[in-house]
C-alpha cells in the first residue's frame, strides 16, 4: 500500500485571524466549544443519515447513529467520535481549512475589530469547528468517510498558522476529535463538569450522546413535533425539564411559522407567580435555540420585560441567515422574535379569555400584574394587553370581573367616560364618599384595589375612545341629576357662607371649598388640590419618596342638605370653639376616607374634647 506523506499546509488569512483570537482572548464562554463539536457530530450524523436513505453501499454500515463522548483526567484530553459522513482528505483540508461564506468572513472581521469579543455567535457563522482552539493545545481530527473506497485520516494543528494531515489506519466511519487540553482548562476532563456542559446546551440533539458510556440527553425537542403527536403529559415532562420546575403547567402555547421567519415556539405559563410570594424580580427564562441547539439560556428583549413569567423554547433556523455587521448581535432578528412571540402569546390570551373564562380568570389572578405592568409602560403591545385587563365593578357581584370592552357594552347612553375608583377594598369604595354621585345616577364604576391600579390607568388614559376617568378626580362633570331634598338644607347663600368659613378656619391644608351636588349621604369629601392623586401620594410614601411632597392640600366639597353641615353653619355663632374642633374633624375624616390621613395621632385629643362635649 503506497502512503501519503505528513502534508502542511497553511490556514486562510481569516481562519488564522479567528484562530488568533480564539486562542488569545480570555473568553467567559470557553464551555460553548462542547455545543459546537457536538452540533458538528450531529450535523454529520444527519447527513449521513438521509444519504443512507438512497445510498446503500456505504463503509461500515452497520455503526449505530450516536455520539461518543469520553474523557481521560489523567491524560487531560476529551474524545468526541460520531458515526456519521466522516470526511476524505480532500474534505479534511477544505472543511477544516478554509470559510467558504462571504458572511462567516464578516463575521470574523467584527471579531477581530470590536472590542468585545462575543464568541457565543461562533456556531451561527460557520466557524464553530475552531471553537475548539479556545481550551485545546492540540486537536487532531481522524476520520474516514462513508465513501466506500479511500482510507482514513488524521488532521492535527496547534492552532497557530498551520495544519497537517497524514493517513490513520483502522478509522471507523465518521469523525474523532481528541482534544489535548490546555493547562488552564485541564477542568474539562472532568466528566461531572462535561455533563453539566452538555445538560445545558446539547440536550435536545437528536442522536444519543453517551459520556463514558452513560447516554446523556433523554429529552426530546418537542417544540419541533408536531402538536397531534404529543400528549400532555409529554409536554409536562418537557417542561418541568426546560424549566426546572416542579408545578404543573397552567397554559401553554405550541406553534410555528414560515414567514417571515422560520420559528418554532413552545412556551408555557407556569401555575404560580412566584413574585407573588415575595421571591423578587424573576428573570426571563424563555432560551433560544437554533436547530435544537441552544443560543442562549435566557437572552435579553428576546421578549418584553412583562413577559418575563414565560418558560419555555423559541427556535429559529434562520439564526444564521441574513448577516451583516450591523446585525451581528442580531438586533433586528430578536427583535422580529420578540414581536412574532408577543403577538401569538396575546392571540392566544385574547382567546383563553373568551372560551374559557373559568381559567383565564385563575391565571389574571395570579399574573394579572404583569399584563398590567405592560399595559402601562409597552406603548406597542398597550392596546392589546388593555382589552385583558380585568376588574371588578359597582354592577357585578363581588369577586366577579369585567373587562373595558364589556363596561362599555353597558354605557348608559351619552356616557362618554369610564369610571374608576382606586381603594383598599370593595367596602371602603363602596361606602366611601366618592362612589356616591354614581350610585345616585346608575353609573358603572370599577373598582381597583392595587397600588398599580392607578399607574396603569394614568398610562392607558383611554380605552376604544373613552377616557378613563378616577371617580375622586376634579375633572369629573356629572350629568345633573338633583340630588334628594333635604329639609332645612343649606341654600346656596348659606353654603358660601360656610365654605368662606371652613377656608378660613382650616388655613392652608384646604385648596378650595364649596358646595357639593356630588354627596348624597356623606357630609364632605376631599378632592385633590395637588397634581399628585390620593393613591399616587400614598405610593410615592410607600416608596419612601414622600419626604419632599410638601404638606397635603385637599379641596373639600361639602354636602349642603346633610344635617350635620346644617348643624355645623348654626354652630358657627353660638359655639365658635367647637365649631372650629367639628370642622377640623370632618377634614379628617375626609382625607381617611380618601385613604391620606397621614397622621391620626393629633386627630385623638380632638376627639376627645368632642366627645367630651358630647357627654356633657
Ligand atoms: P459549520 O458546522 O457551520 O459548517 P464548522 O466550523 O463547525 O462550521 O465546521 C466546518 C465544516 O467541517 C462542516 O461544515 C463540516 O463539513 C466539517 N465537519 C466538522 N465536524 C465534522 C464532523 N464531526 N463530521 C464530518 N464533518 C465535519
Ligand atoms: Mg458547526
Redesign the pocket.
Known sequence: MSTVPVEKFEFQAEIRQLLDIVIHSLYTDREIFLR??V???A??LE?FRHLHLTEKEVFDDRLPLEINITTDDTAKTITIQ?F????TRE?LQK??GTIAHSGSKAFVKTLAEGAKKDVNLI?Q??????AAFMVAKRVK?Y?RSYHLEGSGHCWTSEGAGSFEIEEAEGQRR??K?VLELKDDCHDYANASRLREILRKYSSFVPFPINLNGEKVNTVQALWLRSKSEIKDEEYTEFYKYQASAYDEPRFRLHFSADAPLAINALVFVPKDNPERFGFGRIDPAVSLYCRKVLIDAAPKDLLPEWLRFLKGVIDSEDL?LNISRETLQDRQLIEKLNKIVTGRFLKFLEEEAKNRADGYKEFYQNFGIYLKEGAAIDHTHRAALAKLLRFESSTLAKGELTSFADYVSRMKDGQKEIYFLVGPNREALENGPYYEAFKLRGLEVLFLYEPVDEFVMGNLREFDGKKLLAGDSNELKLDDVPPPPAEGALNADQTKELCAWLKETLGERVGEAKGSDRLVDSPVMALNADFMSAHMRRMMKAMNQGSDLGALKVHLEVNPRHSLIVGLNNLRAAKPDFAKLVAEQLLDNALIAAGLLEDSRPMVARLNKILEAATK
Open positions: 459546537e463539536l452540533s458538528n457530530a450535523d454529520a447527513k460520531d456519521g459522513v466522516g470526511m474534505e472543511n477544516l456556531g457563522f460557520g466557524v464553530g469547528f475552531y481530527v476520520s465518521g469523525a476529535l444564521p
